[in-house]
C-alpha cells in the first residue's frame, strides 16, 4: 500500500478546489462563481444528463464530495 502524498493538480479554483483535466474554462468559471455565490469551496463534478454542477461540499485533500 502505498503512503505518498496524491498528486498536486495544476490548476485549482481561487478556493483551492482541484479542477479536473476534463474541465474547460467555461466549466471553471462556474465552479468559481458557484463557490463565491456559496461562500465555500465545492466539488465541482459535472452530474446528470446536462452536467449540471454538483455543489456538494468539498471534501478532503482530493477536492471531491464523498457520495
Known sequence: MSTAAPPVPS???TRGTPC???WDDA???QVEA???TMDR????AR??????RYG???K???GRSER
Open 11 to 13: 490548476r485549482t479554483t
Open 20 to 22: 479536473a483535466i476534463s
Open 27 to 29: 466549466w471553471v468559471a
Open 34 to 36: 458557484r463557490e463565491q
Open 41 to 44: 469551496r465545492i466539488c465541482g
Open 47 to 52: 452530474t446528470g444528463p446536462f452536467g449540471q
Open 56 to 58: 456538494r461540499l468539498s
Open 60 to 62: 478532503g485533500a482530493g
